[in-house]
């Protein structure tokens, strides 16, 4: 079994709420059916483009070769 990417492996603070917030965003990345590398990659390019705020969270953006993150749809 590989090992699990934790908060730290990510260079998260969850004593801060920005640490808190970041590791929410985490949480949803690594919570879709994608690996843990994937999910990783994913969460340092939202940051390093900005994404790491509530006021953006609502938004889509397009990483890497198409994998879109954004507002979760559901249907009842």
């Given at each position: 079994?590989t090992?699990l990417?934790?908060?730290?492996d990510?260079?998260?603070?969850t004593?801060?709420d920005?640490?808190?917030?970041?590791?929410?965003?985490?949480?949803?990345?690594?919570?879709?059916?994608?690996?843990?590398?994937?999910?990783?990659s994913?969460?340092?390019?939202?940051?390093?483009?900005?994404?790491d705020?509530?006021?953006?969270?609502?938004?889509?953006?397009?990483?890497?070769?198409?994998t879109?993150?954004?507002?979760a749809?559901?249907?009842?």
């Amino acid at each position: 079994m590989t090992a699990l990417i934790t908060a730290a492996d990510l260079g998260i603070d969850t004593t801060s709420d920005q640490g808190l917030f970041d590791w929410f965003l985490a949480s949803l990345l690594f919570g879709r059916p994608v690996s843990q590398n994937a999910a990783a990659s994913a969460f340092h390019k939202l940051k390093s483009d900005g994404w790491d705020r509530p006021d953006h969270s609502s938004q889509t953006t397009t990483i890497g070769s198409g994998t879109s993150y954004g507002k979760a749809t559901t249907t009842g």
